[in-house]
């Protein structure tokens, strides 16, 4: 339905900072749900941050370090990604949906764009 691009990703020292970004070809208005998601070596992949009918989630070892906001104007979701800590380490994707469920019908997926932090 609509093509996603995620940007911002590398490589940070501890407790630095990074803001991703996911670039959609289209309009993102119609989307009810736009979620950052990540998966790290051996892991399964996991809901970080969502967006959801205008409310907001994160996973518990997020909470108060990121934040996700949308931006409808100009097609773009960001993850502002404070105080990192190396188990942040993990690819990291954007979904749009009609739900913050990891996996559903009418889903589109970006690339992800990996983020590294150092100990």
């Known amino acids: 339905q609509v093509q996603l691009v995620e940007s911002g990703g590398g490589l940070v020292q501890a407790g630095g900072s990074l803001r991703l970004s996911c670039a959609a070809s289209?309009?993102?208005?119609?989307?009810?749900?736009m979620g950052w998601y990540r998966q790290a070596p051996g892991n399964e992949r996991e809901l970080v941050a969502g967006?959801?009918?205008?409310?907001?989630t994160y996973a518990d070892s997020v909470k108060g370090r990121f934040t996700i906001s949308r931006d409808n104007a100009k097609n773009t979701v960001y993850l502002q990604m404070n105080n990192l800590k190396p188990e942040d380490t993990a690819v990291y994707s954007c979904?749009?949906?009609?739900?913050?469920?990891?996996?559903?019908?009418?889903?589109?997926w970006g690339q992800g764009t990996q983020v590294t932090v150092s100990s």
């Open positions: 979904k749009a949906g009609r739900s913050l469920y990891l996996r559903g019908p009418f889903d589109s």
């Open positions: 289209g309009s993102i208005a119609k989307f009810n749900a």
């Open positions: 967006i959801s009918a205008g409310d907001t």
